[in-house]
Every structure is written in structure tokens, then in C-alpha cells.
């Protein structure tokens, strides 16, 4: 492998190598990258017959397009052990990501089997082809999303939230200080404080930097994240979803410990329907809490009324002296209310804890860390907004 020129990306602060390695290097190393990560894109079966002319073409001598990589490895980390080589590559393979190339990489993959199997002459030579890379060093979660969307923009993608959960998956490996996110691929839920559903905080997490509860497909998000102007209040090299994992956390935690892990039933509440919740854990354990405390947040950054993540996290802790037995029975109850109300349940139910979390965590707000004046206060605004 050879570097032939490096420059940096100024738009997402990071060093692009253009480099040359030949087929045989680069599939030691692709096999480990789709293997490794259990988001990367699949095969696209509908497109068998234009990979087929692909493996016809590179066959002929034709000249690919660069696959484009990115390295999560800081920049002066690659500098000290003497720039980008392929020992640098093979070492941190498991900080590889395929931004754009995938299906060709498969393709690749496709034919040096097919050719090893009926000429050994021709697979040597084949093997010894160079290959052109792009490959980003230094490119931050956000950054490698906003390029991973670019490239690909206009092809059959990845769902968003499966682009996402592939730059997070180490999160679900270990625990988040001390918090662990569940996979659904791997049949467990979470029973207990402190366990959460990997794809739930993802959603809340895309919430938070769409600044908007409802799903959004990648073009909107996309446009969210190239006018993202607020992180320029954080630091971008930092890991912002861990963060955003450990503050909500910290507030599931106030309610489940400050209500006595309080179990609420229908009698109790004096409804027709099932609780949305038995308890704060499991109230808050849900997509709709999460992605309402995500856009919350972000809509009170963007206000410049909230500085950082530990803001919340320090402020939260005055919660605990509140009745909150009481006033999470009123929760439930406006939320049943909501029930009876809405034609579409789950989006006005996520509208509802935008507002509940905008009332309770803002600063200047008359509800501010008032959990039963948030409650009322955000179906006011909830009424006023479908009226």
C-alpha cells in the first residue's frame, strides 16, 4: 500500500488519504470490517446483474471508482507511529467503517473466490491489482454520518436507524458508564434500572441532533446535520451520545428511586385503559419519553438556554424532593387522556413529552424542576399546538 496524496476536509475536520493498496490487501482487511460490525449494509440483491458486469469489467483491466474508508483513529495518533501504512490499517481494523463501496466491496469479494476456484494463475494476478482508497482519519461519529449520507446519497441505503446504530455498536458491547443498552437481535429486553432498549436511546439520540421527536427519514436528517450550527456550542470530537445516554439516565433514576418504584394500576388512576407505564422505569424506558427528552433538549440548546448535558444532570437531582408518587399518577393520566384524544397516538404522545421535558428542564421557564406544573403546563401547550 502507498500514500499518493493527503488533504484535509475542512467541512468535517478530518485528514483524507487517497491511497493505493492492492485487491488482495484490501480484502485481508474487508473481510474483517463485514464481518465485524453487524449493521454494515447487506448484499443488494436487485443490482446482481450490474456487479456482474462489474466483475467482467475489473477482470478486462477496468478501472474502479475509490472505495472510501474511515479510520476511527485520531490524526496525530497516525502521525506518531509514522503516517497512514497498511500496518496502521490491519492493527486498528476494527476502527474501519465502509462509507461508500460496500456493494462493490461484496462484488470484489464475489470474484477472487469464483477465480480461485478455476485458474490459480489468473487469482495471483488478479490478487495484485491496485485498487484506489479514500480514507478519512480523525473523522468524528457525526462526521462519518454526514459523509456516509453524502456519498450515498441518490442509492439504495441502509435505513437511517441502522446507520446510526452501526457508528454506536460499540455502545451496546460494554456498558455506557455503568448503563447497558440491549440489542433486540439479541432477544433481551430491559427488565431493570439502568437497562435500555440500544435502538430506543438511538432514537432519542436522533431526536436530539433533529431537534424533532417524529421519525425522519436521511434527507432530513442530513440537512439537520449541515446546519447543525449549534454543536458549535460543544465539542464536536467528544462523544455526544453518551452523554446523552448517562443525563437521561440520571433522570430515570431520580424517578424510579424518588417514587419508591411506585407500581400504578388502573383502579389507582381511576381509568379505563392499561397505564402507559406500572412505574417511572418503565414510563420512561419508552421510545415516545426518550425522543421527547431528545428534541427537548436540543430545542432548549439551540435557545441557548441550556449549556451542556451536566447542566441537566446536576439540576435533575432537586426533583427527588418532590411528591413524586402524586404527580406521575398525573403523567399517566394525561397521558391516557391523549389516548382517548389522538388519531395518531404515539406522535402525539411523543409531541406531549417534547413539551413536558421543554417546561420541566428549562431554566427560564415558570415550571422549571416542577414535575407536576411541567405535567399541566405541556398539555397546555400540547392543546394550544392542535388546535
Given at each position: 500500500m502507498k500514500t499518493l496524496h493527503a488533504v484535509v476536509d475542512q467541512r468535517i475536520h478530518a485528514e483524507n488519504f487517497l491511497v493505493e493498496m492492492s485487491l488482495g490487501e484490501y480484502l485481508d482487511i474487508a473481510k474483517i470490517i463485514i464481518t465485524n460490525n453487524e449493521f454494515q449494509r447487506r448484499r443488494v440483491s436487485s443490482s446482481s446483474t450490474i456487479y456482474s458486469?462489474?466483475?467482467?469489467?475489473?477482470?478486462?483491466?477496468?478501472?474502479?471508482?475509490?472505495?472510501?474508508?474511515?479510520?476511527?483513529?485520531?490524526?496525530?495518533?497516525?502521525?506518531?507511529?509514522?503516517?497512514?501504512?497498511?500496518?496502521?490499517?490491519?492493527e486498528h481494523v476494527r476502527n474501519l467503517v465502509i462509507l461508500d463501496g460496500l456493494q462493490r466491496t461484496y462484488t470484489l469479494i464475489d470474484l477472487a473466490?469464483?477465480?480461485?476456484?478455476?485458474?490459480?494463475?489468473?487469482?495471483?494476478?488478479?490478487?495484485?491489482?491496485?485498487?484506489?482508497?479514500?480514507?478519512?482519519?480523525g473523522l468524528n461519529r457525526l462526521?462519518?454520518?454526514?459523509?456516509?449520507?453524502?456519498?450515498?446519497?441518490?442509492?439504495?441505503?441502509?435505513?437511517?436507524?441502522?446507520?446510526?446504530?452501526?457508528?454506536?455498536?460499540?455502545?451496546?458491547r460494554s456498558p455506557v458508564n455503568g448503563i447497558t443498552l440491549l440489542k433486540e437481535v439479541d432477544d433481551e429486553a430491559p427488565t431493570a434500572l439502568g437497562e435500555y432498549s440500544f435502538r430506543t436511546m438511538v432514537e432519542g439520540f436522533i431526536s436530539y441532533i433533529e431537534r424533532n421527536e417524529l421519525p425522519i427519514d436521511r434527507f432530513d436528517l442530513l440537512e439537520a446535520i449541515k446546519s447543525l450550527e449549534s454543536l458549535s456550542r460543544e465539542d464536536v470530537a467528544s462523544n455526544l451520545f453518551p452523554d446523552f445516554v448517562s443525563t437521561y439516565h440520571a433522570f430515570v433514576r431520580v424517578?424510579?428511586?424518588?417514587?419508591?418504584?411506585?407500581?400504578?394500576?388502573?383502579?389507582?388512576?381511576?381509568?379505563?385503559?392499561?397505564?402507559?407505564?406500572?412505574?417511572?422505569?418503565?414510563i420512561f424506558s419508552k421510545s415516545q419519553a426518550i425522543t421527547g427528552f431528545g428534541?427537548?433538549?436540543?430545542?432548549?440548546?439551540?435557545?441557548?438556554?441550556?449549556?451542556?448535558?451536566?447542566?441537566?444532570?446536576?439540576?435533575i437531582e432537586q426533583l427527588a424532593a418532590q411528591d413524586l408518587v402524586r404527580d406521575i399518577a398525573s403523567l399517566l393520566?394525561?397521558?391516557?387522556?391523549?389516548?382517548?384524544?389522538?388519531?395518531?397516538?404515539?406522535?402525539?404522545?411523543?409531541?406531549?413529552?417534547?413539551?413536558?421535558?421543554?417546561?420541566l428542564l428549562d431554566p427560564k421557564g415558570d415550571a422549571y424542576l416542577k414535575f407536576g406544573d411541567a405535567v399541566d403546563a405541556a398539555m397546555q401547550r400540547y392543546e394550544t399546538e392542535m388546535m
Open positions: 458486469l462489474l466483475k467482467d469489467d475489473f477482470r478486462k483491466g477496468c478501472v474502479i471508482p475509490p472505495i472510501v474508508l474511515a479510520l476511527g483513529v485520531p490524526s496525530d495518533e497516525i502521525a506518531e507511529n509514522g503516517g497512514l501504512t497498511f500496518g496502521v490499517l490491519t473466490n469464483e477465480v480461485a476456484r478455476v485458474d490459480i494463475a489468473e487469482s495471483a494476478t488478479l490478487l495484485e491489482r491496485p485498487l484506489r482508497f479514500e480514507i478519512y482519519v462526521g462519518v454520518l454526514y459523509r456516509m449520507l453524502t456519498l450515498n446519497t441518490g442509492q439504495t441505503p441502509m435505513s437511517l436507524r441502522q446507520q446510526i446504530e452501526m457508528l454506536y455498536l460499540d455502545f451496546s424517578m424510579q428511586d424518588g417514587s419508591q418504584a411506585h407500581e400504578y394500576d388502573t383502579g389507582e388512576l381511576e381509568i379505563k385503559g392499561q397505564p402507559f407505564g406500572r412505574d417511572a422505569r418503565r428534541a427537548a433538549i436540543g430545542k432548549l440548546r439551540d435557545r441557548g438556554d441550556l449549556e451542556s448535558f451536566q447542566q441537566i444532570a446536576n439540576s393520566k394525561r397521558l391516557e387522556q391523549l389516548r382517548l384524544t389522538s388519531k395518531k397516538i404515539g406522535n402525539a404522545q411523543r409531541l406531549y413529552f417534547h413539551f413536558f421535558f421543554r417546561q
